[in-house]
């Protein structure tokens, strides 16, 4: 699975949009991008998938540029409710369809 | 749907005692994964399943964890003998296998306390 890299912590104010990027250099060519939140004492919870270009759904945005060796998480407009960590995964759809878990992005939204 | 169901949510036990958690996944997902989490590793995945099969278990920690699935419905994490080292919120999750997307659903966690 590649490797992934996110900045350890981050923070915001309330109605801000934030960006969380990830950077994987070593992406393969089956391998997509996904998103996880996890509040505190929770499990995590999927957020947002992707392959290439752009993603949205109701939560967040995803920008994946065209060489894929990255990757940006978009929270428009971030509540209170938003503060967790949001940890970014790659790997392919077939095969060994483990999930690896890196070390996350702590997300801090402020008042 | 209910979720991913676990228990028990809590577990405190002493040290050399045996700790049996459990888990139910979402009804049709074919793939069951056990995590473990802790402050200083985050996030480890120990073992995953799928058809009731365990593919990979090269993450559990050591002969002390084993892992079961007799049916599509239940599973179970063993400790024998438990160690304070264990202590950590356990997530059990599962998934639906559809192509590309790998939407993994998880429970709520056994947070397991051993004394």
């Known amino acids: 699975l590649a490797k992934t890299t996110q900045p350890i912590s981050m923070d915001s104010y309330e109605g801000q949009e934030v960006n969380i990027t990830c950077s994987h250099n070593n992406i393969a060519t089956n391998d997509y991008i996904t998103w996880y939140q996890q509040f505190p004492s929770q499990g995590p919870r999927f957020i947002i998938q992707?392959?290439?270009t752009k993603v949205t759904n109701e939560v967040a945005s995803l920008f994946i540029p065209a060489d894929r060796k990255s990757s940006t998480l978009s929270l428009p407009r971030v509540s209170l409710s938003d503060t967790a960590v949001y940890y970014c995964l790659v790997g392919d759809g077939t095969g060994r369809r483990a999930l690896t878990f890196g070390s996350g992005t702590r997300l801090q939204v402020q008042p | 749907d209910a979720g991913v169901i676990q228990s028990p949510r809590h577990e405190v036990t002493e040290m050399g005692q045996e700790v049996t958690l459990r888990c139910k996944p979402i009804?049709?997902?074919?793939?069951l994964f056990w995590y473990r989490q802790t402050m200083m590793r985050g996030l480890e995945l120990l073992i995953y399943f799928n058809n009731n099969v365990p593919i990979d278990d090269s993450g559990m920690p050591e002969d002390r964890f084993s892992a079961k699935m007799p049916n599509a419905s239940f599973s179970t994490l063993k400790i024998q003998p438990s160690e304070p080292r264990d202590s950590a919120v356990y997530f059990c999750?599962?998934?639906?296998?559809?192509?590309?997307?790998?939407?993994?659903?998880f429970g709520q966690g056994t947070r397991l306390t051993v004394v």
């Open positions: 009804s049709g997902h074919d793939y």
């Open positions: 992707g392959y290439k």
């Open positions: 999750a599962s998934s639906l296998a559809t192509g590309w997307v790998t939407e993994a659903f």
